[in-house]
Every structure is written in structure tokens, then in C-alpha cells.
């Protein structure tokens, strides 16, 4: 009898000890993104002028090493639909630890701020600095309310987020609505985009769209709403399928041709286009336009 008491206390204590071991080793399992070849495909636009076009852009990691005393790597982006070609720049260095992201606040302090918390459970608060393109000094309090799978990819996980001062204040239809205003696919960022971290769809004049995200060639997220492809014109062409540095037409049409923005050909054979940089095209068949993206 004494064994057996003894063999239970054993049990219990060694589940006590271990319960901060698994919550540790859950924070681990977030999926760390952040490596040379990560791609993230976003667009704005504005919701209070819905006539505007749309602005297309390309975020990516590279030169992963040593900065300011941690392993981190640049995040760089352009905008993909302007009529000069604009030219690539640093949005800053992240960092990658135990399930949360970092970036470099610019500066003589050069002081590492948290971006995102893809640990928080609902019911658990954080402060989060906020970053939309340049090292921002605001930062707020917000809870995570809600963890749920992604309904058109089980794998991820969303995380549905609000700014703690704002929760006294939610009126009736926001309450029975139960859309909160921050939304973070897990491991990848917000769902408006990776740079603009606290972007939420409550915002009135702005919208914001992450379309894809992918690492190297394997596509790991890509918007219901996205099929990379713009209409230019009303009429309805041959399906346009657009892939990683590939435009591929279907239907069998009679001529097809596909140009850059500044007007150069893209070579193509049997309506494959293929090893195309990112950047806005115009698709062209049997006289009909369309506008694509090519991540």
C-alpha cells in the first residue's frame, strides 16, 4: 500500500513540474517563417475612394546573421504595380524567438520591440509595438480572444486579437457580430499584411489584403479572395492561372501574348509563360486584356 501511495505522489509531482515544460515545448511548435525565401504578396486600397486602383505589393526575408546581438534577417519590399520601377528597400530586421517576432526599432538604442505574440492563448494580454513601414513609437495593450483553424487551410491557425481599451467599449453589433478587429494567421502575420502588424479591418479609409505567402517554391498560404488575377477589361477571356514566376493560359485561344507594365514581351510557348520576376503583366487574348500579379 505504502508503494503504491508512494508510485502516485510521483506521478502527480512529476505532472506538476512538467505542465511549464508543455506549455514551453507548445510555444516551440509555432512555425518559424522567418528564413531566406519567405514571400508574403499583399495589396491595399481605399475604401473610402473604391475607385482608386489598387497598390500591389512584395515583401521577402534574405541576409540572415548576427544583428544587434541576435540571429535575425531583413524584411524588404517593393511596390509591384508602379509606373517607374521602384526600386527595393529595407523595412527593417526581424527576429524569431520561441513563437514571437521582433523587429529593430531604428536609432541609437537600436531597441528590439515585440511585433507579434503567436503564443497568446484567449483570454491572454500582451503590449505590442505597432509597425505599418517604419518604426513606429505607439504600442498597446491587446487580448487574445479567440484561436481558431483557418477554414480554407486547417493547418493554420488564426488568432483574432483587440486592444484592451477598446473592450468596455464594443457596442451591441460588434458583440454579436464576434469580429474582433486584429487578425494574425499564426507563424505568418497579419492578415492584412505582415508589415502592418495592428492593422485592423475596423479601419475606415484603408483597406489591406495579404493575398499569398510562400517560402521558397512551396506555397503555404493563399487568400479565398486571390486569384491573381485583376480584370482590365469587362469582357471574359480564356482562365488565367498565375504561379510563382508563371503565367499559364487555358482555353485554346487563338493568340495570347504577355507583356511587363513598361511594354517588353515575355517569351512563351503554348500559353505557358515562365521564369517571370515579380511585378505587374498584362495578359493578352484573342484582343482581350487582363492584368495579373506573378509572385
Same mark, same amino acid.
Given at each position: ?125 500582451? @503590449? ?31 488568432? @483574432? ?9 464594443m457596442d451591441?453589433?460588434?458583440? @454579436? ?39 521558397g517554391d ?45 511594354g517588353v ?31
Amino acid at each position: 500500500m505504502k508503494r503504491i501511495t508512494y508510485n502516485l505522489t510521483l506521478l502527480i509531482l512529476s505532472a506538476i513540474i512538467l505542465m511549464p515544460w508543455q506549455r514551453a515545448s507548445a510555444a516551440d511548435e509555432v512555425a518559424n517563417y522567418l528564413v531566406d525565401g519567405a514571400t508574403w504578396l499583399s495589396q491595399t486600397t481605399s475604401t473610402s475612394s473604391p475607385d482608386l486602383p489598387k497598390t500591389f505589393y512584395r515583401e521577402w526575408t534574405e541576409d540572415a546573421g548576427e544583428i544587434s546581438g541576435y540571429e535575425a534577417i531583413s524584411i524588404w519590399r517593393q511596390k509591384l504595380n508602379s509606373d517607374v520601377a521602384e526600386q527595393p528597400y529595407r523595412v527593417t530586421y526581424l527576429r524569431y524567438d520561441s513563437g514571437k517576432v521582433y523587429f529593430l526599432r531604428d536609432g541609437d538604442d537600436a531597441e528590439w520591440k515585440l511585433m507579434y505574440d503567436f503564443t497568446l492563448q484567449p483570454g491572454e494580454e500582451t @503590449e505590442i509595438c505597432d509597425f505599418s513601414g517604419c518604426a513606429s513609437t505607439y504600442s498597446g495593450k491587446v487580448r487574445c480572444m479567440k484561436v481558431y483553424p483557418l477554414e480554407s487551410n486547417p493547418e493554420l491557425q488564426v488568432m @483574432e486579437l483587440e486592444f484592451c481599451e477598446n473592450l468596455e467599449t464594443m457596442d451591441d453589433v460588434f458583440t @454579436e457580430t464576434e469580429e474582433y478587429g486584429i487578425r494574425w494567421i499564426v507563424g505568418i502575420g497579419n492578415i492584412g499584411g505582415p508589415v502592418g502588424n495592428l492593422y485592423s479591418t475596423w479601419i475606415l479609409g484603408w483597406g489591406s489584403l495579404l493575398d499569398e505567402f510562400s517560402v521558397g517554391d512551396k506555397l503555404i498560404y493563399r487568400s479565398p479572395y486571390y486569384t491573381g488575377v485583376e480584370e482590365v477589361s469587362d469582357a471574359d477571356v480564356a482562365e488565367i492561372k498565375v504561379l510563382k514566376g508563371e503565367i499559364i493560359v487555358g482555353g485554346n485561344p487563338a493568340s495570347i501574348s504577355a507583356y511587363s507594365v513598361d511594354g517588353v514581351r515575355c517569351y512563351g510557348r503554348e500559353g505557358r509563360f515562365c521564369d517571370l520576376t515579380p511585378g505587374i503583366y498584362v495578359v493578352s487574348i484573342d484582343g482581350m486584356s487582363r492584368k495579373v500579379v506573378v509572385p
